[in-house]
């Protein structure tokens, strides 16, 4: 996970240094970034309109679907996240995107399990703040 949030850190800083400030061309350019099969798997992300938030959250459950080898993630994973992180301030962009890009990496994977509501997920995303 530490790979993609560099990697979408890099881009958003090439774009910036390169005076390109709109959100929505991050994303497309984060995908013309990728390798030839990767960029097969990730262009469905591929919208004229897309802000860099709801890329974001995309892009972490792909790479989530996609990576090699799957992890098997259970509900005690998740808690364990979030324990953790409740010990830990967020005081940057960075940690924020770590913590949520992690959150989303378990919590989609126990989604499509059936094992986590929407509503059970968005609760626990929000105990790691206290």
Do not use: H
Request: overall charge negative; aromatic content about 20%.
């Amino acid at each position: 996970m530490d790979d993609l949030i560099w990697f979408l850190e890099d881009v958003q800083d090439l774009c910036m240094q390169a005076g390109c400030f709109e959100d929505c061309k991050w994303a497309q350019w984060s995908i013309f970034y990728l390798g030839i099969e990767e960029f097969e798997q990730w262009r469905c992300l591929l919208c004229a309109e897309r802000d860099w938030a709801d890329f974001l959250k995309d892009a972490s459950w792909l790479f989530s679907l996609f990576r090699c080898p799957a992890v098997c993630y259970s509900k005690y994973d998740l808690y364990n996240l979030v324990d953790k992180q409740k010990k830990v301030k967020i005081n940057s962009y960075k940690a924020l995107l770590n913590y949520w890009l992690c959150f989303t990496d378990i919590a989609a994977q126990l989604q499509i399990s059936n094992q986590l509501s929407w509503m059970e997920k968005d609760d626990l995303f929000f105990e790691g703040f206290d």
